[in-house]
């Protein structure tokens, strides 16, 4: 039951962690680009990399 407990909260609390890297990722990687586009294509790019990571690190 505790084990349940403990994936319950890591599910509600992925999409605040994901809301909050890509934030970072956008505030980090946006300006360091001239065009507003390249900027968030590259923070779009490495948000999915994060998703892909979290999501194959939490289902091994």
Do not use: D, W
């Amino acid at each position: 039951m505790a084990r349940l407990g403990a994936n319950l909260r890591a599910q509600t609390a992925l999409p605040a962690l994901l809301g909050a890297a890509a934030g970072v990722t956008f505030a980090l990687l946006g300006p360091a680009y001239a065009g507003l586009r390249e900027g968030i294509a590259i923070a779009m790019a490495v948000t999915l990399a994060l998703l892909v990571g979290i999501s194959k690190t939490s289902s091994a």
